[in-house]
């Protein structure tokens, strides 16, 4: 049995907390939040705090805050030579003090609160320093089919990636929501259509699935599109992603 | 039974003459193409012609050709009075010949040969002039559980936002794997949240599915991703959409 504590309250924390709890082989001995009423739902009382003195011992440690607070929380622990771990996509493995063995344990997924999520698709990205990376991938194993070993800067080049494939992504949704709900079109037209696109690059490159108007250089197409965007706020963007898609085939 | 004659053999036409050959309550009588070669595998030799005049009397006419080709093809049919829709997402109606009855039948998707795909799940964007729409909605609920009624300037909205949600999105995965392809990373990493970036907004509201640095106008990781970025032929994209993410917040 692997005990666990986790320190954070936000959303990738809970979603790791609810994931951890369910683990065979996992035990999740302790969470920590300054506000403890927002794990009420997910722990009982007797495994909540908000007073880093009371932590139990345990084989690891998973500080889950933002990126700025890594390093407070890090220094605050009352403890030394003990397996402490963050959670960040960004931030190194050197942003946790070094009076305890560290390592990284970075989620690639895009959590809300509000949606569950199956745990066992995501991938877990690890960085340990030595001996570590045992107790790492079993935990990782516990709850997940996929972990890679990562080092700080392929970590950060996948964050980079990350944000291309599913903020700027989830960004062109707005704006396809935008377009269609000034025309009195429901979204919901366009959601087979961004199912299929997303389920394409399962299978295929994505350069190779790449199609539109701005790929085969439909002048005339591309010519209607931009009249049909005057005004828009999203028609500087049309402009600069067709013309990136022509410098890209280019390569 | 309804009575259909198909021309065309491009992407679109090809997945079209698969759904509705097996469709019940739909008859392929004929399939045009200047190379019959194309369909060969979809439909008997007898099916298929390169000669207008051979088309058999039908009781709809889909022309599936590139845009700039519907024009020419529905002026040389060698007929007058019988319905004749074409399916595309950019012409108007009146892309086709007067001398027929007129209408759309748009399949809004996006089709690659080598990738079979679930008819059913399309969306159809249908119109016609007066009577016509019996027969239209007549096909489309043969093959597609979905269709929609919509005029071409609403037809045009459409497809502005499907070039959003589908080839600008595919545009992002380029940029994705090229970042981690140059880091030696898999792009099977970042598959799963491709997949649940596009399924979140199934269900929520894509400006409420937005995270990220950008919404959160996390500086320090702009920064630190804009300098990984330096000199990448993504840095500009980076820029540009981290900025209109940022605009949208505020309105």
Chains 1, 2 share one sequence.
């Not at 690890?126 to 089919?145: G, H, R």
């Not at 996948?158 to 291309?164: D, G, T």
């Not at 696109?197 to 591309?222: C, F, H, Y």
Request: aromatic share 6%.
């Amino acid at each position: 049995m692997i005990s666990v504590v986790i320190l954070g309250s936000g959303n990738v924390a809970q979603h790791l907390i609810r994931a951890l709890k369910d683990a065979s082989g996992i035990a999740v001995k302790m969470a920590y939040a300054r506000t403890p009423q927002s794990l009420k739902h997910l722990l009982p009382d007797e495994n909540i705090t908000d007073d880093l003195s009371k932590l139990p011992e345990a084989d690891i440690y998973i500080i889950s805050v933002s990126d700025d607070a890594i390093h407070d929380v890090s220094t605050s622990l009352p403890f030394s030579g003990r397996l402490v771990v963050h959670t960040s996509g960004t931030k190194s493995i050197e942003e946790l003090d070094a009076k305890n063995r560290r390592g990284v344990f970075y989620p690639l997924q895009t959590f809300s609160k509000s949606r569950e999520i199956d745990y066992s698709q995501i991938p877990l990205c690890l960085e340990a320093e030595e001996n570590d990376m045992k107790i790492l991938e079993a935990v990782a194993s516990a709850i997940s089919k996929n972990h890679y070993h990562m080092d700080s800067q392929k970590r950060k080049a996948l964050h980079v990636a990350a944000v291309f494939v599913s903020n700027f992504v989830n960004h062109m949704y707005v704006a396809g929501e935008s377009v269609v709900s000034d025309h009195d079109i429901p979204f919901e037209v366009l959601k087979p259509l961004i199912l299929e696109t997303a389920q394409k690059v399962q299978s295929m490159e994505p350069a190779q699935a790449q199609t539109g108007p701005s790929i085969r250089n439909d002048q005339g197409t591309i010519a209607a599109h931009k009249d049909f965007l005057q005004n828009s706020r999203f028609a500087e963007l049309y402009e600069i992603l067709t013309k990136s898609i022509q410098n890209e085939q280019k390569l």
